[in-house]
């Protein structure tokens, strides 16, 4: 049994690249979500590119609609070789910074990148570190974490647990989602117990297959799996007497169009979360 709040629910506006950002604050408090994680970047729901005004016009649209924001996606290239590329990053991850903190989102996901030149598993973590390190030296004030997002030849805890344990910044966590390492071949619990206590929040998508094999589903209809995961999640919780982080649907139509708009898959992945949480005592 979950102690302490409720789990809030969030969704990715991943699965929403046709809504503008008070249409995702709009649908989202209608299909009964909690919160939104935004999708920042050249493509993302909101831009670092956006004047103030508009920032407190979002800000001011999540609170009227009882909403909170839980993350802002940022899409650096933390492990490449290049001078240029290594501070075009850190600059995109202190921009993001700042506009999370504008929509009082408490963290910014941040991708580990793709090596770019054949350095050593070392070395890619050497300059994964030096960067995380500058990037919360920059952002010290403004009082938003960082969060790392297993991923791409680096989604395996194996991979992410050793950068962790290299800065001890309470600012610096990390996104588990399930899916992505369930799909490279880890199970939940690996990567639950290489991460706990630095969990910022959880993804959760479903899908069937591994590697070249893996395609998205929809809740439920998969292989990965997400109950087991969350019932574990939720006794590591209460073990340590903390609350459920924000559990989000990575509902990823911006990737994948042929996945089902979000105005049909959104209701459906809420219906069938809120059911999961709630045996387990939290409801959303």
């Given at each position: 049994?979950?102690?302490?709040?409720?789990?809030?629910?969030?969704?990715?506006?991943?699965?929403?690249?046709?809504?503008?950002?008070?249409?995702?604050?709009a649908?989202?408090?209608?299909?009964?979500?909690?919160?939104?994680?935004?999708?920042?970047g050249?493509?993302?729901?909101?831009?670092?590119?956006?004047?103030d005004?508009?920032?407190?016009?979002?800000?001011?649209?999540?609170?009227?609609?009882?909403?909170?924001?839980?993350?802002?996606?940022?899409?650096?290239?933390?492990?490449?070789?290049?001078?240029?590329?290594?501070?075009?990053?850190?600059?995109?991850?202190?921009?993001?910074?700042?506009?999370?903190?504008?929509?009082?989102?408490?963290?910014?996901?941040?991708?580990?990148?793709?090596?770019?030149?054949?350095a050593?598993?070392?070395?890619?973590?050497?300059?994964?570190?030096?960067?995380?390190?500058?990037?919360?030296?920059?952002?010290?004030?403004?009082?938003?974490?960082?969060?790392i997002?297993?991923?791409?030849?680096?989604?395996?805890?194996?991979?992410?647990?050793?950068?962790?344990?290299?800065?001890?910044?309470?600012?610096?966590?990390?996104?588990?989602?399930?899916?992505?390492?369930?799909s490279?071949?880890?199970?939940p619990g690996?990567?639950?117990?290489?991460?706990?206590?630095?969990?910022?929040?959880?993804?959760?998508?479903?899908?069937?297959?591994?590697?070249?094999?893996?395609?998205?589903?929809?809740?439920?209809?998969?292989?990965?799996?997400?109950?087991?995961?969350?019932?574990?999640?939720?006794?590591?919780?209460?073990?340590?007497?903390?609350?459920?982080?924000?559990?989000?649907?990575?509902?990823?139509?911006?990737?994948?169009?042929?996945?089902?708009?979000?105005?049909?898959?959104l209701?459906?992945?809420?219906?069938?979360?809120?059911?999961?949480?709630a045996?387990?005592?939290?409801?959303?």
């Amino acid at each position: 049994m979950i102690t302490g709040r409720p789990a809030p629910l969030a969704y990715s506006t991943l699965a929403c690249p046709e809504w503008d950002a008070l249409e995702a604050v709009a649908k989202g408090a209608a299909y009964g979500f909690d919160a939104i994680e935004w999708r920042g970047g050249p493509d993302g729901t909101i831009r670092v590119a956006w004047a103030d005004g508009r920032r407190r016009d979002l800000r001011q649209a999540i609170r009227q609609a009882g909403m909170s924001s839980i993350a802002v996606t940022a899409y650096p290239n933390l492990l490449s070789g290049d001078p240029a590329e290594h501070a075009r990053s850190i600059a995109t991850i202190v921009e993001h910074v700042q506009l999370a903190s504008d929509l009082d989102a408490p963290a910014v996901r941040v991708f580990l990148g793709i090596a770019d030149d054949g350095a050593p598993e070392s070395e890619l973590r050497r300059r994964a570190i030096a960067s995380l390190e500058e990037a919360l030296r920059r952002t010290r004030d403004v009082g938003v974490a960082l969060a790392i997002e297993p991923h791409d030849d680096h989604v395996r805890a194996e991979h992410v647990r050793p950068v962790l344990d290299a800065i001890a910044d309470p600012r610096l966590g990390v996104v588990w989602d399930i899916a992505n390492a369930w799909s490279a071949g880890e199970q939940p619990g690996v990567g639950l117990k290489a991460y706990d206590g630095r969990i910022v929040w959880v993804q959760v998508k479903d899908g069937i297959g591994r590697g070249r094999n893996w395609r998205l589903c929809e809740l439920g209809a998969g292989e990965v799996p997400l109950e087991a995961a969350l019932t574990d999640l939720a006794a590591s919780i209460t073990a340590r007497g903390a609350p459920m982080p924000p559990i989000s649907l990575e509902w990823e139509r911006a990737w994948h169009p042929d996945l089902a708009p979000a105005d049909v898959a959104l209701p459906a992945a809420h219906r069938w979360l809120a059911e999961r949480l709630a045996r387990l005592g939290s409801p959303a």
